[in-house]
């Protein structure tokens, strides 16, 4: 790949800010499984395997079982995830895949499990793993030069 855009240098205040959007998500009341999960979920889903591997190697520091190597699949048989993974996953992909929206039912689900507090931190967790995500592919950010 060519060397691409460097916009930490180009466009310092906008990086700046994403990177206390960062900041604001890793002081949240979230859990470290659930924000860990959201960021895996959306790798996936952004079909990034540099962030996915970072990402599940975290999870494993924080000692959550292997249920991360299988997270692409959290509504299938037998199902170990909790009500409230498997929520936030149905909500990280919805919002990720932002074109199809997000289905009242889910985000109502989401609604009844969680305060409007951890909700709200939840879709920001959500969207500020896109916003990395896409700064990250789009400027080829951890891909290799081959």
């Known amino acids: 790949m060519k060397p691409r855009i460097v916009i930490p240098t180009v466009a310092t205040e906008a990086h700046q800010a994403l990177m206390n959007l960062k900041s604001y998500i ?4 979230l859990t470290p499984t659930h924000k860990e999960f959201i960021k895996i979920r959306d790798s996936q889903i952004n079909g990034y395997v540099f962030f996915i591997n970072m990402h599940i190697t975290d999870t494993i520091k924080y000692g959550e079982p292997n249920s991360v190597f299988i997270l692409h699949v959290y509504g299938g048989k037998p199902n170990i995830y909790k009500k409230e993974e498997k929520t936030i996953l149905a909500l990280t992909e919805e919002v990720t895949l932002i074109s199809n ?8 689900n989401a ?11 939840i879709i920001l967790a959500i969207i500020t793993i896109n916003s990395w995500n896409r700064f990250a592919i789009t400027t080829g950010l951890g891909l290799s030069n081959s």
């Open 26 to 29: 890793s002081k949240t009341s």
């Open 111 to 121: 609604a009844r499990l969680f305060d409007e507090k951890y909700l709200a931190e």
């Open 101 to 108: 929206h997000v289905s009242e039912e889910t985000y109502q």
